[in-house]
Each structure stands twice: as structure tokens, then as C-alpha cells.
């Protein structure tokens, strides 16, 4: 491993020489005056003084030797629609968009809120922003009004880029009510609505004054050039919101070279691209790793880029190697649950195919189970390299770096520290450096590299305090989660260590469940933790204490009151939170100082000792969630 250890010691003791170097990677209108501003701790300013553009680096300055290669092939399984577009279109469609967006009053600065379903749309609408110095903020399609209306009143977007509907299996999710609502219970609620219409409503309405039609719009801007608007390298580009312990999601803000640098430098030593190539990542817009590598990664190093919308297993489980195939993919990225859906088809799927093309399979977003990895290694003959990461830090923090030193993958472990990352396993006890195999929280040493969150859109004093807090005297992010090093510096991650869950790679807060779980009219009181899942990693079980026990009287009753409680969460936080189980009891298990014994909760549902009850206010709490779980158990 000398020549990565090398390498990644280079990147913490010459740090600025290094991402100077790697700086070189994108385009600078006007180069920067210093690599590294770390004068206020834990803040770092990353390429000082330096001008750049995000939708420059990925679109306009590949015109010139590229302009003809494709630059985005759209495939919809969902709708049969296949749609390309070479760069020189990419430059077409991205004015047309800044033109149709900047006509509704949006300038640099201002937030652009992209409530989107898979549509190349939801790409130019993303480069648009970034051609204009706006920052868009794009919120995962299958989010329901609450968690729209939250991200609008912290992001205060002048804009909503939206459309009329994603689909999933066939199935549309309609957005208009959604976010009609969102819109109607928000505090500062955007002035106009850009509405896609892709045909799936039949009843699409339109607000008088708020609404324009997105094709109407874009018949007006076809002739449109829209001088990119050079930003200073930290200004923000976007903010993503992410779960927290807390029932507000964070916004995490991004700045503009560190990111444009830090993607740059993965495709190249990360992910073995190389200009011309394609990638496919499996993911959705709406999440990090669709911001990262759909959109801004492959497109910025030149790369052509694949967006699916649709399952993995439909039309059949051969659909994302006919698509290997027919375009010649050469680095793919996907999820440990994506795989373990492939894992229950025949690996002859994948045989049909030629994927002689592809060099790796990346996999993210949750832990990667030893006999997955195997399975997917052998049944595509190709390396399946598991690597870590978080919406905060936008690009891995474990992996290997197979461009840089092609190490032997153990299966199940993500690697060593990405270079840039001072990356350090705490003991939560004292903070001390935990030995070989010892279980320990992973942190790392600030400065954080390019490309990670600058802080809280809004609230500098919440990153620090959420990020840099949780070792006393010891200023050091903290990623949440525990993990081990092994002898040999291989890293695995053990889960959270807070309250997040981890549900098929999204992340959700167990206070944001519960929020919504109390939405209903009958919920007093509400638990929500996650259990292990063999297919979904984690699944949110909740235990609620009802107002009028009239209501689960009986089984019927039980079951009907279940379905409302399911139903009021798909409304509020979208399907993607919606508890498993909604289990009724009549107490819930807290300490005396009436705090929720989480932790003791989710042992037992998970079959395992509740531990230290010492702090326990009513036992019989506890035989509640027992003989909550009898059937599920048996
Ligand atoms: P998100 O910010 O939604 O991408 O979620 C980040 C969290 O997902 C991390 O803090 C981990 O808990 C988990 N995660 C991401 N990648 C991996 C991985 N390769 N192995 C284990 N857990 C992962």
C-alpha cells in the first residue's frame, strides 16, 4: 500500500501544495490568491480569491474539443423515453434554462428550489443555477409537503423548478398537492412555480401570477446565451438538506471551486474516468451522490453522463447491464440495496450482457454486507469497490483509489482515509486514538478537504456546534458514525451513532418520523427507531401511545388506525419515512428525567438485551415493546 500511503500523507502534510496541483484539474477565470484560508477554525476557505463556474467546468469549456460527444443520455424504463444530448445541446438547453430563470427575476445568490422527478430537466434547471451564481437547493421527489415546506422556509427560494410527477414502478407520485401545500403552509413561499408537465396529471391546476408552464416558457428563451456569472471559489453553490437527531434538517451549504476541485480530482483518482468515458450512477438527483456524480463529476471531468429513471428489475434484472452494454459504461456507481435486490435474481441477467467495458462497480450510502460484496464480485467479474460517504462531505472520505494504487479489496470494508481526509478513529470515552479492531467513533482533524459542506446555509454556530462538539477540548468533525481499523488499515463502519437511520441509503432522522407520526389526530406520543433489515439495511419501526384507546380497541381497529397513521406519514415526510409497524402501547420506555430509552427500545426489537436499565421509570414499558414484537419474532 506505499504508493496510496504516500499519496495520502502527501495530501495532509503538503496540503496546499496538493490541491494546488489538483486545482489545475478544473477551469479558473481568475486564479486564486491563496490554496488554503484556515485563519477561523473549524472554517476553511478553500482556493481564496480564485473565480470559477460550476456549469463552465461542465459544460462550456468541453465545447471546443468535445461539443459533439454526448454529455447526458436520459433513459426512462418508467416511460420507454430515451433522450441525448451532446455537450454543444447541454450548452443549448442550460442557456435556454438561465434565460427562462433569469427572466423571472433570479440573479446571483438567490435559491432556486428544484422539487424534481428523473428528467434531464432537473439538470439543466441545476446548471442553469449554477450558470447564473444562484444556488439551487433540490429536494428528493419522493419528500411530501412537511419536508417541502421545511426546506422552503429555511432556504427561502425566490423559485420552484418543479413538474407534475415522478414515477416508481409504474406507479406516478403526483406532486400539485404536494407542493400546493408545502407552499401554502410556508412562511416565505417562492413568488413563482416553473411547472414541468410530463403528462402524468390529469388535473394539473396552475396558480394565476405564480405558475408558468416550463415549455411555454422555454419556447420564449430558445435563442437565449446567458453570460455565465463568474463567483468568487467559496461563494455557495447549492445547499442540500440532510437528516439530523433534530426534527429540522440541516441545510448543508456548498461552496463552488473547493467542490468543482475536489470532483475533478475523484474522477481522475477515485473512480479511473477518464474524458469521453461514461459513467452511471444508479442514484437520484435529489441525493448527494446524483449531485455529485449524475450531474457535476462525469460533466465537469468530460465525461458523459446516464441518468435512469427507473428499477433495477424492470423491465427485467439485465436492464442496468443492457445499459452497461449499449453505452459502453466504463465506471458505474450504485447502492449496497441496489444489489441486494439483484442479488435475489438469476446472475444470468447479467451474462446476457457485454460489460467488458466496465472497470469498476462503486457502491455507497450504507454498509455493504460481506456476502453482497461477494455475490457482486463474482457475478460481474469486476471489482466492486464499497466506499464511504456523507451529504456533508460531497465526495468519499473511505475508499480506495485504484488510479492511484490498485489495493486488494477486502470485502466489506470501504478502504483507508481518502486522500485530504485527516481521518482518525476517537475513542468516545476520552477522545484517545483507538487501537487495531477497536470499536471508535470516525472523526476528522480540520481543515476539512475541498469539496465539503462550508457550514449550516444560515447558521455558522449550528455546524460548529452540531459537527465540532462532540469531543470536549478537541476540535474535530465528527461523522457519527462507529467504525474499526483493522491491522492491516482496512476501515469498516458499524452503523450510526446518533439517532439517523438508514433506510435503502436514505438517510432519515428517527425525530423527523416521529414529527410526522404526531401529525395524526390520535398520536400522543410516538418512538421511532430503526431495526436491522436483510434487503433495506434499516427500516423504521414506531410505538405510539394513542389519546383515545377506543381507537385500537380491536385487531380491526388496530389495523385501520395503523394504515391512517402510515397514510399521515406519506402526506407529512413522503413514503420514504413511513414506519414499517406502527405498534400501539400505552408507555413508552423513558428514564426517570423523561428521556426516551432509544437505544433500549430498538434492542428489543431487535431481539437483543435492552441493557442498562438502571435509569428506567416504568419497567413495564419494556414488556409493552416485548409483546409488541411477539408476532414478528415468532
Ligand atoms: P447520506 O448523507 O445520506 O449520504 O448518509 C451518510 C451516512 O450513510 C453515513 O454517515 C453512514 O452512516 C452511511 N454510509 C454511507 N456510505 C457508507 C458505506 N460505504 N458503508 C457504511 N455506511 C455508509
Excluded at 457475478?379 to 466492486?384: C, D, E, R, S
Excluded at 487501537?435 to 478537504?449: D, G, Q, R, S, Y
Amino acid at each position: 500500500m506505499g504508493t496510496y500511503k504516500e499519496f495520502h500523507r502527501r495530501s495532509i502534510e503538503q496540503r496546499e501544495e496538493f490541491w494546488a496541483e489538483q486545482a489545475k484539474l478544473v477551469d479558473w477565470q481568475r486564479p486564486c490568491r491563496q490554496v488554503l484560508d484556515y485563519s477561523r477554525p473549524p472554517f476553511a476557505k478553500w482556493f481564496v480569491g480564485g473565480q470559477t463556474n460550476l456549469c463552465h467546468n461542465a459544460v462550456d469549456r468541453h465545447l471546443a474539443a468535445r461539443g459533439g460527444q454526448k454529455a447526458l443520455i436520459y433513459i426512462s424504463t418508467e416511460t420507454g423515453q430515451e433522450r441525448t444530448y451532446t455537450f454543444r445541446d447541454l450548452h443549448k438547453e442550460v442557456n435556454r434554462c438561465a434565460g427562462m430563470i433569469r427572466s423571472l427575476g433570479v440573479g446571483k445568490g438567490d435559491r432556486v428550489l428544484i422539487y424534481m422527478p428523473m428528467i434531464p430537466e432537473a439538470v439543466f434547471a441545476m446548471l442553469a443555477c449554477a450558470r447564473l451564481g444562484a444556488i439551487h437547493s433540490v429536494v428528493f421527489g419522493g419528500f411530501a409537503a412537511r419536508s417541502l415546506a421545511a426546506r422552503i422556509d429555511d432556504a427561502r427560494p425566490k423559485l420552484m423548478i418543479t413538474a407534475d410527477g415522478g414515477l416508481r414502478g409504474g406507479r406516478a407520485i403526483l406532486y400539485q398537492s404536494m407542493f400546493n401545500e408545502a407552499i401554502r403552509v410556508s412562511k416565505s413561499p417562492p413568488a413563482k412555480v416553473v411547472v414541468f408537465n410530463r403528462g402524468l396529471d390529469k388535473e394539473l391546476g396552475s396558480v394565476a401570477g405564480r405558475d408558468c408552464d416550463y415549455e411555454e416558457l422555454r419556447s420564449r428563451h430558445m435563442d437565449d446565451e446567458v453570460p455565465v456569472t463568474w463567483v468568487e471559489s467559496n461563494e455557495p453553490s447549492y445547499i442540500l438538506y440532510t437528516s439530523g437527531t433534530t426534527g429540522q434538517p440541516k441545510g448543508v451549504q456548498r461552496d463552488t471551486g473547493g467542490y468543482a476541485v475536489a470532483l475533478a480530482a475523484s474522477m481522475k483518482h477515485i473512480y479511473c474516468g477518464s474524458p469521453g468515458e461514461t459513467m452511471f450512477t444508479t442514484s437520484d438527483i435529489g441525493w448527494v451522490v446524483g449531485h455529485s456524480y449524475i450531474v457535476y463529476g462525469p460533466l465537469i471531468y468530460g465525461m458523459t453522463s446516464v441518468m435512469y429513471e427507473g428499477l433495477p428489475i424492470r423491465p427485467d434484472a439485465g436492464i442496468w447491464w443492457k445499459i452497461v452494454a449499449d453505452n459502453k459504461v466504463t465506471v458505474m456507481f450504485s447502492s449496497p440495496t441496489a444489489a441486494r435486490v439483484l442479488k435475489k435474481q438469476d446472475p444470468a441477467f447479467i451474462k446476457q450482457h457485454d460489460i467488458s467495458s466496465l472497470k469498476h462497480l462503486f457502491l455507497a450510502g450504507e454498509p455493504l454486507d460481506e456476502p453482497t460484496h461477494r455475490w457482486f464480485t463474482e457475478a460481474l467479474g469486476k471489482p466492486v469497490i464499497d466506499h464511504y460517504w456523507q451529504t456533508e462531505t460531497g465526495w468519499p472520505l473511505l475508499t480506495s483509489a485504484p488510479a492511484v494504487e490498485r489495493t486488494p479489496v477486502k470485502l466489506g470494508s470501504p478502504g483507508f482515509p481518502a486522500y485530504g481526509y485527516d481521518l482518525r478513529l476517537l475513542r468516545e470515552s476520552d477522545a484517545g486514538e483507538a487501537k487495531p479492531n477497536e470499536k471508535a467513533v470516525v472523526a476528522v482533524v480540520p481543515p476539512l478537504p475541498p469539496g465539503c459542506m462550508s457550514t449550516v446555509w444560515g447558521d455558522d454556530e449550528r455546524f460548529v456546534e452540531t459537527y465540532f462538539t462532540s469531543f470536549p477540548g478537541k476540535l474535530v468533525y465528527s461523522t457519527f458514525d462507529w467504525g474499526i481499523r483493522d491491522e492491516d488499515g482496512y476501515h469498516f463502519i458499524l452503523g450510526r451513532t446518533d439517532d439517523v437511520i438508514n433506510v435503502a441509503g436514505h438517510r432519515l432522522g428517527t425525530r423527523e418520523i416521529e414529527e410526522a407520526v404526531q401529525a395524526h389526530p390520535n398520536i400522543a406520543e410516538v418512538a421511532v427507531v430503526g431495526v436491522a433489515d436483510p434487503l433495506k439495511g434499516q427500516l423504521p419501526l414506531a410505538f405510539a401511545v394513542v389519546k383515545d384507546v377506543a381507537k385500537v380497541a380491536t385487531q380491526e381497529l388496530r389495523a385501520s388506525q395503523e394504515k391512517e397513521v402510515m397514510d399521515t406519514v406519506d402526506r407529512q415526510l413522503g413514503a420514504v419515512g413511513r414506519p414499517s409497524r406502527v405498534h400501539f402501547v400505552t408507555l413508552l420506555p423513558k428514564t426517570r428525567s423523561g428521556k426516551l430509552l432509544r437505544r433500549s427500545i430498538q434492542a428489543l426489537a431487535e431481539g437483543r438485551d435492552p441493557g442498562d436499565l438502571t435509569t428506567i421509570e416504568d419497567a413495564s414499558a419494556l414488556d409493552q415493546i416485548r409483546a409488541a414484537m411477539q408476532p414478528a419474532v415468532r
